[in-house]
Every structure is written in C-alpha cells, then in structure tokens.
C-alpha cells in the first residue's frame, strides 16, 4: 500500500503561484510513476503531470506546460507542483497519484485531494 497526502491547495488570484506537496509513506516509491491530476466542477478528473520516481523523467498536460513544473525529492519522499502564471481555468480540486507504470492513466493510489480556486 501507499499513502498519499496533499497539501498546499487555496485561493490565488489570476497570475498568481501556488506550490502543491504530496507526501508519500508506505512502500519504496523507487520503481513509482508519480502524477498529479485535477478535476473541475463539473468535469471529468484530467491528467495534469507525472515524473518517474527514479531518474526524474517527466510529462505534462499542453494545457499546464510551460506554468506547472513536477518534481520530488527523494530524501522527503515527496512529490511537488509548483503552478505558476495561474488561469481561472486551472480551479480544481488537485490530486496525487502513484502508479507501478509509466502512465497517465490506471493509477493504483490516490490522495484525498487539495483545492485550488483561481479568483480576482
């Protein structure tokens, strides 16, 4: 098993940055696939990012890159995203993910989410 927690979700203004962590206990995460997804009201959750556990390799959405960067730290075994440049149509309710595969789809472990609402 592995647990995942958010944090660092909340109310930013247009333009502004957030940093998202994720932290992660239970099994070693070394041959883990860490992403990062969001979901809309209204919509369907949507792959935003992921990174390789080892060796750091990551992906991201069209929609974020550019803004959002993925990364981990391996000592605190934790997962970050930090979003810059923020839309409002990156409001969502974030969530951590981990997977055995190098995906953006079929995650086995997931977080219990973060919210993040982008307003003026």
């Known amino acids: 098993q592995v647990q995942l927690v958010e944090s660092g979700g909340g109310l930013v203004q247009p333009g502004g940055s957030l940093r998202l962590s994720c932290a992660a206990s239970?099994?070693?995460?070394?041959?883990?696939?860490m992403g990062w997804f969001r979901q809309a009201p209204g919509k369907e959750r949507e792959f935003v990012a992921r990174?390789?556990?080892?060796?750091?390799?990551?992906v991201y959405v069209d929609a974020v890159k550019g803004r959002f960067t993925i990364s981990r730290d391996l000592a605190k075994n934790t997962v970050y995203l930090q979003m810059n440049s923020l839309k409002p149509d990156d409001t969502a309710v974030y969530y951590c993910?981990?997977?055995?595969?190098?995906?953006?789809?079929?995650?086995?472990?997931w977080g219990q989410g973060t919210p993040v609402t982008v307003s003026s």
């Open positions: 239970g099994r070693t995460l070394s041959s883990y696939t």
């Open positions: 990174i390789r556990w080892s060796g750091g390799s990551t």
């Open positions: 993910a981990a997977s055995t595969r190098w995906s953006s789809y079929g995650y086995d472990y």
